[in-house]
């Protein structure tokens, strides 16, 4: 794994290993007693009080939206295109094979196989089947969902799996023999945990796990990095690096670009900010970058710093969002002078960027809209530029995959709202990229149109939002509409094909609206930053903006709107239904957080202070409780119709919150609220496409019921 790789699965929320073990996702000691929270119980997510409870609320609220034929068609319709043969297989280059992991209904808890370039081109390429999942679970009767593969290059010939057993964020690793198709006997393997693993040579990789008493951090992560040795004992281990307990997270990795083999660890002390060390020769070796820098990228003989906020340093000021690069040795040397390879400007972003052999190609988002650049470095260290073909109008172009150790391939997705996905194969230098697959259309797409608009939020700042309606509109107001939100950690929203919308909602004549918010990354580390902590309530004015602008546009009325959002969208939806409920009839809540007293104390919560603040700080806690769904829901308000829905293996955010917040406005006497929590899927619908399925459909046929 690259330090790239390495830093984004440290701290990027979609990635990120997270989740308490379940004993700390009970109520503290004493806490059951509290006056001021008689819902506590149901922090103990596994007693039999609290799964009674939740077998009774998931029987009402099937009976309610699932017990009838319009569920059905629409839970099939969107397992149709789960489930669709024809969907693309999307794949990974390692060496001379292209890995993928695929589900369908014949295997549920999929397939992990592998083909060659020659045969992936065809319509129906044979697939070499390296592991079975449901297989193994029928073998071993678990139900094992997979989560991932780090192979040793060059040879790709051994792998670590992650394997985890509720499809949750905590995972057993087991060391994998790709020629025989077979676990390793004796080989590499840890017990169910929140674990990072990476190879460094065929004996030898870095871990991070629960060691024991002390050895995670107050996230829940990894706190010390060691080196492990091939038929040793896990206790035998070295220590590399050992965190604190307020760090976040540590971890470790080799670098085996050939010629260019490096270690380096990073620690990261919150979501935004981390320290890098190179570890050479036994020491530790701090790079002297920002803490808050997005991205510190070692690759072959550049280091890449992508900043948050802008850097005074060598006689240059280099702007926040901006992507600047240095040779690696002369850095380590002392010397301070980057080039700038992106900077953004007020309609612009760095979404991502992404190395061949001997080009870079710059992902970036003007006004959400995509547009790739290749830069190439030359001779004299500076970078020539040039642009690769656009993508569609309102439509997602992005590189997915690259062979950056031997050739200048890449792979792109390109994705609309109205535009089935494709996947593009190109080499640069060689003409333009072609398609080597396609997605179906699932629905009309003809019927429909895309725009964008703008809209002015409460304190100036114009707000962006995608609309996907009906051509020809009429402007009455009587249009159900699915407004989606995020708003957090740097999330953007950008256009992407769903057959399951465009199913579910939009060919029973819906509207659905993507409200990029700040909190998100649609404008860079400025549109992020405008939502933290104290300002969190800018994201919300955005979206109860972008809601108010749909009812006044005449796209619809406050009883025909509808909201959804999930994890930190749930928080969103939360305070939706708190502060703005006059503008919605029905709200879709997902693995939400609501209790921002105690979220620091359930689940992965701690690892999310540099986001929304610490509550247990009481001057904190003065402006976190003016955002916290769970405090501020009153018993004689006038609330939309509310569902709240999540799964008891969500290790990351926990059940617990959806639960309390469902029960204490039941509690307070409101008939229109909702629950359902499946079992399975961890912070996600579902840990195979039938769940995922079944959670989608719940959702939308509540919006389209309670929207009439």
Known sequence: MSLKASMRLALALAVIMSGMTQAQDTPAPGAAASSDDPYLWLEDIHSTRAMDWVTAQNAVTQKQFADNPAFTHTRDRILEVLDSDARIPYVERRGDYLYNFWQDKAHPRGLWRRTTLEEYRKAEPKWDVLLDVDALNKTEGKRWVFKGSDCLKPDYTRCLLNLSPDGGDAVEVREFDIPSKSFVKDGFTLPVAKTQVGWIDQDHIYVGTDFGPGSMTTSSYPRIAKVWKRGTPLSAATTVYEGKMEDLAVSANHDRTPGFERDFVSVAHDFFHSDTYQLKDGKLIHLDVPADAAMVDPHREWLLVQLRNAWTVGGNTYPSGALIAIKFDDFMAGKRQFTTLFAPDRHTALSNYAWTQHHLILDIMDDVKSRLDVLTPKADSTWAREDMPGAPTFSTVSVVDTDPDHSDEYWLSVTGFLTPSSLQRGVLGDGNAQTIKQSPAFFDASKYEVSQHFVTSKDGTQVPYFEIAPKNLKLDGSHRTLLYGYGGFEVSLQPFYSGSIGRA???????????????????????????????????????????????????????????????????????????????????????????????????????????????????????????????????????????????????????????????????????????????????????????????HALAYEFLWDRLK
Not at 530 to 546: G, I, K
Not at 572 to 580: E, K, P, Q, S
Not at 619 to 635: D, E, H, L, R
Request: hydrophobic share 35%.
């Open 505 to 695: 909602w939009l060919d029973r004549g819906g509207v659905y609206v993507i409200a990029n918010i700040r909190g998100g990354g649609e404008y860079g580390p400025r549109w992020h930053q405008a939502a933290l902590q104290a300002n969190r309530p800018r994201a919300y004015e955005d979206f109860s903006a972008v809601a108010s602008d749909l009812i006044k546009r005449g796209v619809t009325s406050s009883k025909h709107l509808g909201a959804e959002g999930g994890s930190n969208g749930g928080l969103l939806m939360g305070n939706m239904l708190t502060l703005y409920p006059q503008l919605f009839g029905a709200i879709a809540c997902e693995v939400p957080l609501l209790d921002m007293k105690r979220y620091v104390h359930l689940s992965a919560g701690a690892s999310w202070i540099a986001e929304y603040g610490n509550p247990d700080d009481p001057k904190q806690w003065n402006f976190i409780k003016t955002f916290s769904p769970y405090q501020n829901v009153k018993a004689d308000a006038t609330y939309p119709s509310v569902l709240f829905y999540t799964t008891t293996s969500d290790d990351r955010v926990g059940p617990v919150q959806a639960r309390k917040m469902a029960a204490k406005m039941e509690g307070m006497g409101y008939k229109n609220v909702w629950f359902y929590e499946n079992t399975e899927g961890g912070h996600g619908a579902g840990a195979d496409n039938k769940q995922a399925a079944y959670m």
